[in-house]
């Protein structure tokens, strides 16, 4: 059974303080490993893409990496703007075009 | 500007209601998704549908209906057969499925937030 899960579930950071999130995947044939960022209230807003291992992608203060079985968000000298719940998702050979969604990881960075 | 609108953005429902959700686009995007949000869950796949008049069911698509009439537009019925219908419900869209590179990503609207009273 495909199945992604992300770690930690809450991350609490000074600003400045790097860190990364993790998103842990099992699938049969991976298609794609997608990061999403959501705001409260809000629908999720899309950020990478990754396809295969090794592949990495950044954006600001972002950096996604792809291994065989994991993706790391990788965030370099958070500000407060970058606080958000960040939600992994995986398209597998198996479910079409169906994307299976980790349960988010919740990054607040204090001032 | 292109994307995804959603409306209304917070809708009551009385019990035994059947409610719609709308969900539209412009974006040319020949693939639609519903989702929802509950705190402490990922998304959750209700209906999702590659091409219009073509639907299908996604993980939990019990008490829920959906139509797919015109390419820009994919409303969300939420029956009284769905029993905990309170949530946050996410429409989303994609280039397609068939083909892989950019067509995989989904672009989701702001979210309606369905409330039973």
């Known amino acids: 059974e495909d199945q992604v899960t992300q770690s930690p579930e809450a991350l609490r950071l000074q600003e400045g303080e790097s860190s990364s999130l993790n998103c842990s995947y099992t699938v049969s044939g991976l298609r794609g490993l997608f990061w999403y960022r959501q705001d409260p209230g809000k629908g999720p807003e899309f950020l990478f893409t990754?396809?295969?291992a090794g592949e990495e992608k950044e954006k600001e203060r972002l950096k996604a990496t792809l291994t065989k079985k994991e993706s790391f968000l990788h965030i370099t000298a958070p500000k407060p703007e970058d606080s958000a719940t960040y939600l992994c998702a995986v398209r597998s050979y198996n479910q079409g075009g169906k994307l299976i969604f980790g349960q988010g990881t919740e990054l607040s960075v204090k001032p | 500007d292109g994307g995804i609108t959603q409306s209304p953005k917070y809708l009551f429902r009385k019990e035994g209601q059947n409610v719609t959700l709308s969900c539209e686009q412009n974006?040319?995007?020949?693939?639609m998704y519903w989702y929802r949000q509950d705190p402490g869950q990922g998304l959750r796949l209700i209906y999702y549908?590659?091409?219009?008049?073509?639907?299908q069911k996604g993980d939990i698509a019990e008490g829920y209906s959906v139509s797919r009439e015109k390419k820009e537009s994919f409303p969300l019925t939420v029956t009284s057969a769905q029993k905990n219908p309170t949530a946050f419900y996410l429409c989303?869209?994609?280039?397609?499925?068939?083909?892989?590179?950019?067509?995989?990503?989904?672009?989701f609207g702001p979210g309606t937030r369905l409330t039973v009273l």
């Open positions: 989303a869209s994609s280039m397609g499925t068939r083909r892989g590179g950019s067509y995989n990503e989904q672009f």
């Open positions: 974006l040319n995007h020949d693939a």
């Open positions: 549908s590659q091409i219009v008049n073509d639907f």
């Open positions: 990754l396809y295969s």
